[in-house]
């Protein structure tokens, strides 16, 4: 059964710091691009981040440049996000996907959202002032 598990999700206060887990069975990471989103209440899924299967060319939203990392380590068949200096506008539900080889573009846009499958179930984070 091809999963993707979200893990690392939880309550932190402004200006602390969450990495994120995602955790692949059923198929290898390996020729697959990773990305993160998230999906805040009454708002449309974001992009956050990207990295594609065969080069360590990280793509990031203008909204977490400097302040998130991706990362993945084929060898466990999980990857993560590291969020450092949360704010409370990064409160949201976060979700891993994933798409064979390449990510879909650089921008992240809302047009990339459909392009990836399988995706997480989320993890929620909340980020209190």
């Known amino acids: 059964q091809v999963q993707l598990v979200e893990s690392g999700g939880g309550l932190v206060q402004a200006g602390g710091s969450l990495r994120l887990s995602c955790a692949a069975s059923?198929?290898?990471?390996?020729?697959?691009?990773i990305a993160w989103f998230r999906q805040a209440p009454g708002k449309a899924r974001e992009g956050l981040s990207c990295?594609?299967?065969?080069?360590?060319?990280?793509y990031y939203a203008d909204s977490v440049k400097g302040r998130f990392t991706i990362s993945r380590d084929n060898s466990k068949n999980t990857f993560y996000l590291q969020i450092n200096s949360l704010n409370p506008e990064d409160t949201a539900v976060y979700y891993c996907?994933?798409?064979?080889?390449?990510?879909?573009?650089?921008?992240?846009?809302?047009?990339?959202?459909?392009?990836?499958?399988?995706w997480g179930q989320g993890t929620q984070v909340t980020v209190s002032s």
């Open positions: 990295i594609g299967s065969t080069d360590n060319s990280a």
């Open positions: 996907a994933v798409r064979p080889w390449y990510c879909y573009s650089s921008k992240l846009d809302s047009g990339s959202v459909d392009k990836y499958d399988p």
């Open positions: 059923g198929f290898s990471l390996e020729h697959y691009a």
